[in-house]
């Protein structure tokens, strides 16, 4: 049975970092692009960033760029997101998202599989 399970978020002061992780089991990780998202009340889901099975290839939302970085360790089965001088308006519950293949999708229904959301709330 495929799963993904999202761990690492918390509280976190403006400015402040935060490390999600995201385990995959069922032998979703091999070949598999893996994306964050993430969606904050009363707002739509939103891309974060994807990265590619192999990890050579890694795309950001242009919100996140030059704070948050995605990053992979295949032989754990885990994906990564190292949150850094994050913001009030990051807030939001955090998704991890798996779909085969390398090109990368900003859509959310374009994934096939999905965890169960950890809360990121960062205060001002």
């Known amino acids: 049975q495929v799963q993904l399970v999202e761990s690492g978020g918390g509280l976190v002061q403006s400015g402040g970092s935060l490390r999600l992780s995201c385990v995959g089991s069922?032998?979703?990780?091999?070949?598999?692009?893996m994306a964050w998202f993430r969606q904050a009340p009363g707002r739509e889901r939103e891309f974060v960033g994807f990265?590619?099975?192999?990890?050579?290839?890694?795309e950001y939302a242009d919100f996140v760029k030059g704070r948050f970085t995605i990053s992979r360790d295949n032989a754990a089965n885990t994906m990564y997101l190292q949150m850094d001088s994050l913001k009030p308006e990051d807030t939001a519950v955090y998704y991890c998202?798996?779909?085969?293949?390398?090109?990368?999708?900003?859509?959310?229904?374009?994934?096939?599989?999905w965890g169960q959301g950890t809360q990121v709330t960062v205060s001002s």
């Open positions: 990265i590619t099975w192999s990890g050579d290839s890694i």
């Open positions: 069922g032998g979703i990780i091999s070949g598999y692009g």
């Open positions: 998202a798996a779909r085969y293949g390398s090109y990368y999708y900003v859509r959310g229904a374009d994934y096939d599989y």
